[in-house]
Structures are given as structure tokens and as C-alpha cells.
């Protein structure tokens, strides 16, 4: 199982940022994914999850702002920020199930005040 993560970066508060996740070793299109956050001194948080047939669910605290999507054709998934505040500052890792097996290398969100 490979995740790679990109897109992350330097955004002000209120921006916009759009991660994508390229999975291989799996078969994607029925493999559910999500996103989970880790920020410094804090534990790692599932952010949203999405299935293989597109039923998405997401933190409280993230519910508005952001949304998790997937292109089973390209087997990648993504999450679309908006609305970023400095607390979404986090390293922002791609996962699959079974939760806390598998994880990419991360890719850092920094949301400046």
C-alpha cells in the first residue's frame, strides 16, 4: 500500500487549499479513504472519511468548510479546504482502513493569522 500526499502549503486565514492523495497497491474503487490531521502536541484526529459509493463524513469542527472528494480513475482522493483558520494548522495524512495501519508521509497545512 502506497498514499502520497501533496498539496498542502502557507495560506492565510479564511484561504483556500486543496490536498490530493494518490493510492497504489490497492484496489481504490472500493476502498474507503479518508483524512486524518495531526497538529503539534496534539494527537492525530480523523478529519472526513469517504466509502466506495461516495457516503462522506466529517469532523464537527470542519463540517462547512471542508469536503472530501475521490476520482476512482485516477484512484486518488481528495479533501478541499476552505474557509481555513489557524487551528486547521496540522500535518494532514491520507489513510484507509483499517484505521491506524496505514498512512502516507503527510504533507504540512499552515494557516497564518
Known amino acids: 500500500v502506497q498514499l502520497v500526499e501533496s498539496g498542502g502549503g502557507l495560506v492565510q486565514a479564511g484561504g483556500s487549499l486543496r490536498l490530493s492523495c494518490a493510492a497504489s497497491g490497492i484496489i481504490f474503487r472500493i476502498t474507503t479513504m479518508g483524512w486524518y490531521r495531526q497538529a503539534p502536541g496534539k494527537q492525530r484526529e480523523m478529519v472526513a472519511t469517504?466509502?466506495?459509493?461516495?457516503?462522506?463524513n466529517s469532523a464537527d469542527s470542519v463540517k462547512g468548510r471542508f469536503t472530501i472528494s475521490r476520482d476512482n480513475a485516477k484512484n486518488t482522493v481528495y479533501l478541499q479546504m476552505n474557509s481555513l483558520k489557524p487551528e486547521d494548522t496540522a500535518v494532514y495524512y491520507c489513510t484507509k482502513p483499517p484505521w491506524g495501519v496505514y498512512w502516507g508521509q503527510g504533507t504540512q497545512v499552515t494557516v497564518s493569522s
Open positions: 469517504i466509502t466506495s459509493g461516495g457516503i462522506t
